[in-house]
């Protein structure tokens, strides 16, 4: 299957619960109305998409179907996916040119960090990338293997520790490791505890001084993964890491399992950080990296004919 089918039917849930709900609030309607506008705002919010966001799609629309004179449904649905498309637009390009350039995935337990690793691992190495991970998260042995897991089924080396082990000294070796193998991309897991900023914040300033040393010219990416299914905990999380941590892009997984994929609207629009990477499955393909437009015309777009498989 393509990805863009994938995607489509990846965002099923979100899309029937989010544009499938506007169709409903538009049938029958001669007149874009005051009524309709206040079922789109609640539409939104329902879809996760959060109250600002949601408020801002509503007087945008109102002025574009004002200026536009837009009266059939088409258009309007036409015009909301235009809009939304711009909102998530802008910063989700992910510059990885120096050799190496390194990415560190943080994010709290659960939310598909390891997961994600593997399956970036296996998109950069079908771009004929040499990639290393670095099993960083050594607070529980059965973390370390699955990461070796991933990495076997990825066909790329790993640097692991023993469990315990000091996650920046992980991150150290995977960096010599990195550059004495000619690695492209060096991608490290962590733990995902946070159940004190402090320790986090600790635990973080000392691998960023680490990669600042080994590797001061080189690209990188903090890639902070958020569970969509979680819905508007995500944003609560990602404002809690973002205290701590310097974040440069969101991962979000795990758009096949909800209904709740508006929340990619909340991330961009209220947060201010842009997605780079989204996840619609637990299978090693079941990642790419974040297009707007196409994210766009997945949420809105018609049945596809993968849909009826
Ligand atoms: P970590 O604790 O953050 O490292 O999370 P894991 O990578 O171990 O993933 C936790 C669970 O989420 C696993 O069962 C994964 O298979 C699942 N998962 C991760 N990403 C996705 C996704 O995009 N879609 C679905 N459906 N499941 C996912
Ligand atoms: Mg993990």
Redesign the pocket.
């Known amino acids: 299957m393509g990805f863009f089918n994938k995607l489509n039917k990846g965002l099923k849930k979100t899309r029937d619960n989010m544009s499938g709900a506007i169709n409903s609030a538009l049938y029958g309607k001669n007149e874009i109305d005051d009524e309709f506008y206040d079922d789109l705002e609640e539409i939104l919010i329902m879809a996760d998409v959060g109250v600002n966001t949601a408020e801002e799609i509503v007087s945008r629309l109102r002025d574009a179907v004002f200026k536009k004179n837009l009266h059939r449904a088409k258009d309007v649905q036409e015009e909301i996916k235009n809009i939304v498309s711009d909102i998530l637009s802008g910063g989700e390009e992910v510059d990885m040119i120096t050799i190496p350039s390194v990415i560190l995935v943080i994010?709290?337990?659960?939310?598909?960090?390891?997961?994600?690793?593997?399956k970036l691992a296996a998109m950069f190495k079908s771009e004929g990338k040499k990639v290393i991970l670095g099993a960083a998260?050594t607070f529980r042995a059965a973390?370390i293997d699955?990461l070796e897991i991933w990495a076997e089924r990825a066909g790329v080396d790993i640097v692991k520790h023993k469990e315990g082990a000091d996650p920046a000294a992980v991150v150290y070796d995977t960096i010599e490791a990195g550059k004495a193998r000619n690695a492209d991309i060096i991608i490290c897991?962590t733990a995902?505890r946070l159940h004190n900023k402090k320790n986090l914040m600790e635990e973080l300033s000392k691998i960023y001084r680490i990669m600042d040393r080994q590797l001061p010219y080189a690209d990188r990416e903090i890639l902070l993964?958020l569970?969509a299914t979680t819905g508007q905990n995500a944003i609560q999380q990602a404002k809690e890491f973002m205290e701590a941590a310097e974040v440069t892009g969101i991962i979000l997984?795990?758009?096949?399992?909800t209904a709740k994929g508006g929340v990619v609207l909340a991330i961009k629009n209220d947060l201010k950080v842009p997605v780079k990477f989204?996840?619609?499955?637990?299978g090693i393909d079941?990642?790419r990296a974040f297009v707007p437009k196409d994210f766009a015309e997945s949420l809105f777009s018609e049945k596809t004919k993968d849909e009826d498989d």
Do not use: F, R, W, Y
């Open positions: 994010g709290v337990n659960g939310v598909g960090k390891t997961t994600s690793i593997g998260d973390a699955q897991d995902g993964v569970d997984t795990k758009l096949d399992g989204t996840g619609v499955g637990e079941d990642m």
